[in-house]
DNA sequence: AAAAGCGACAACCGCAACCTT
DNA sequence: TAAGGTTGCGGTTGTCGCTTT
């Protein structure tokens, strides 16, 4: 079934048509590249009948009736491909999609800007550098301490528990919104990490994290394996029955499934992988130095200080806009003001949990987490 | 049931890179 | 080497259909 989208149909100075191709449009373009090839695109209109710029001609013919292109759904693998390369090539559609047989750069370009992006701003992470936001450094060093209170306040309470939420009424006394937003952010994170469905979705939470998310959990805020061990140590004292397993390894061991072969340029500014998939059965093997090189990671696309509107256009209108509403998804929370404890979070002397003092105090000079925590 | 809002995506636009003469 | 033409790329827009109010 072929929806229609896109602009009305309508012609410029020219005279020449615009906006969507009619399937007898397709069918004159489609019958004249299968007998001619397309030859020059300039010059193709004409040759073909139809009442097109060449340029149009092209965009329709690699957007859409190229016979090798794949429709439907991406799949989870294509996602994550997706992910883990834009993370080393930015916004370079065209190279991405030299990766992933039958797509093409536009469809991963909006496939990017409708879902992914989201996904990314939802685990508090800047799809544009793949890092921590920066406006959640201050969630992100307060982690510790979030944490603290979350086992020192909620005691057996479940993080990834539907009932969660809930909970966080307990934690209302303070009159601090921004902390219980803090909470939600974190349980995203968490949850983000420990499912390929929704994050929001709490009621299908597997005990096992994707391998993928557990490589970019460690790429986005630099943690080496230990960091990791300890983050899931961590989440295992809080919630033994439901803590994510984490499956850490070297970012440049992440191989797809179905692209064992993916080998990206460097000269196009970005990693080399072996080849060979390093995953240990989940265990931490991996040494330091084998851990990720990050000085050998050309430098990313800049964040732009604006990334949250940068698609807006000048016009204000986003596809797939309005990443504020969802970055925190807790204003169903925030709203539940009437059950209120004595205890005040803030005020609550905490406890680092010696995972954490050994996360903090670890020799990793270089880590991100270090520099945000100190 | 109607209106408004939002998400999705095909297609356009402008610029840069590349090619040809 | 410069100029003009062509192609490719990334950002943005416009419209449809679905969902929410």
């Given at each position: ?335 539940q003001s009437d059950h209120l404890s004595s205890s005040n979070p ?29």
């Amino acid at each position: 079934m072929q929806i229609m989208m896109g602009r009305s149909s309508s012609s410029d100075e020219n005279g020449l048509k615009k906006g969507p191709w009619t399937p007898e449009e397709d069918q004159k373009l489609v019958d004249y590249i299968e007998r001619n090839g397309h030859g020059s695109w300039r010059a193709l209109p004409s040759l073909a009948g139809l009442n097109r710029c060449g340029k149009s001609c092209r965009l329709r013919w690699t957007n859409y009736l190229r016979p090798d292109i794949k429709r439907g759904n991406f799949t989870e693998d294509e996602e994550k491909l997706i992910i883990h390369l834009h993370s080393h090539l930015g916004n370079k559609w065209s190279s991405i999609a030299t990766h992933l047989p039958g797509r093409t750069d536009n469809e991963i370009k909006n496939y990017w800007n409708t879902h992914l992006k989201k996904k990314l701003l939802q685990m508090g992470i800047d799809p544009v550098t793949h890092q921590p936001r920066t406006d959640h450094l201050d969630i992100l060093a307060n982690l510790p301490q979030l944490l603290a209170i979350a086992a020192n306040n909620l005691g057996a309470t479940n993080l990834f528990n539907p009932s969660f939420d809930m909970n966080l009424n307990a934690l209302m006394s303070q009159s601090d919104a921004t902390q219980i937003a803090k909470f939600q952010l974190l349980q995203n994170i968490l949850q983000v990490l420990s499912t390929n469905s929704t994050p929001t979705n709490t009621s299908s939470i597997p005990q096992n994290l994707d391998p993928f998310y557990a490589v970019q959990l460690s790429e986005y805020l630099r943690l080496n394996p230990q960091h990791l061990q300890n983050l899931q140590d961590l989440a295992m004292n809080i919630a033994p029955s439901s803590a994510p397993n984490l499956h850490p390894f070297g970012t440049h061991d992440f191989i797809s499934p179905s692209y064992p072969n993916l080998h990206l340029d460097h000269e196009q500014g970005s990693k080399v992988f072996s080849g060979q998939d390093c995953r240990t059965n989940g265990n931490i093997t991996l040494g330091k130095e084998e851990y990720v090189d990050f000085e050998s990671i050309p430098p990313l696309v800049p964040a732009s200080p604006d990334h949250l509107s940068h698609s807006n256009g000048g016009n204000g209108q986003s596809p797939g806009g309005d990443v504020n509403t969802d970055q925190l998804g807790s204003v169903n929370i925030l709203k539940q003001s009437d059950h209120l404890s004595s205890s005040n979070p803030t005020s609550t002397s905490t406890t680092l949990d010696p995972n954490w003092q050994e996360f903090m105090d670890d020799e990793a000079s270089g880590c991100y987490w270090k520099e945000i925590i100190e």
